[in-house]
């Protein structure tokens, strides 16, 4: 059984540019879940997805978005990119929403703002 | 709010047995869970307590307890292939969100 996908693994913007991020999550999970992560600031909740509705979303401002599909694959967005969202971006699946425990991870996005 | 506090680094050697504590603060709590993710890796499940008392899986054993906000990872017979990164993860809230610690950065030393 495949693991949570995401791509591109690496990427490198500039200032003020935007980026889209995919998730493919653990085939029969319908939830996804997105974690921004930076040195010394852990996992940062951004956004969690089911059933393509948001169900939760973090305090990060409205230059993050995200949406997902009707086949549970999800995608985030950048835009007007800035120097401090260089970060690693985690996606997480699980079966449901709200689960009590485990959430299957990908190995990220690496970002780099240039 | 939710916030949870663990310690930023830890070294212990080969062998020995290591506890990491995770305390957290949340309006409504349904869990908490710790997570290993090894430098440049994904975050990989490792355990799960909903209730008071411990948990034991094989090596790794985690404990909670609710009056206390206060939950702890248990590490024994160290190896060095458990240096990592772990986090301690609660879900609570009034949105039942799941949020993640800073990370405790684990050096096992032979």
């Known amino acids: 059984k495949a693991g949570v996908t995401q791509t591109p693994r690496y990427l490198i913007k500039t200032r003020g540019q935007q980026v889209t991020l995919s998730c493919s999550p653990i085939?029969?999970?319908?939830?996804v879940s997105w974690y921004q992560q930076t040195p010394g600031q852990g996992l940062q909740f951004l956004f969690e997805?089911?059933?393509?509705?948001?169900?939760n979303k973090g305090n990060f401002p409205g230059r993050f978005s995200g949406r997902q599909f009707s086949n549970s694959r999800s995608e985030m967005n950048v835009s007007t990119l800035e120097l401090g969202d260089s970060a690693l971006y985690l996606c997480?699946?699980?079966?449901?929403?709200?689960?009590?425990?485990?959430?299957?991870f990908g190995e990220g996005s690496r970002l780099t703002v240039l | 709010g939710q916030s949870l506090e663990q310690p930023s680094e830890v070294t212990a050697v080969e062998g020995a047995i290591v506890q990491i504590n995770c305390t957290y603060q949340t309006s409504g709590f349904y869990g908490l869970s710790w997570y290993q993710q090894h430098d440049g890796g994904a975050p990989t499940f490792l355990s799960y307590?909903?209730?008071?008392g411990l948990e034991e899986t094989g090596r790794f054993s985690s404990f909670l307890s609710r009056s206390d906000s206060y939950g702890y990872l248990l590490l024994q017979e160290l190896q060095m292939k458990d240096s990592a990164s772990y986090f301690c993860?609660?879900?609570?809230?009034?949105?039942?969100?799941?949020?993640f610690g800073t990370g405790t950065l684990l050096a096992v030393q032979p």
């Open positions: 997805y089911f059933s393509e509705t948001q169900r």
């Open positions: 997480a699946s699980s079966l449901e929403p709200g689960v009590a425990g485990e959430l299957f």
């Open positions: 993860a609660v879900r609570g809230g009034a949105t039942n969100k799941l949020i």
């Open positions: 307590n909903a209730l008071d």
């Open positions: 085939s029969g999970h319908r939830s």
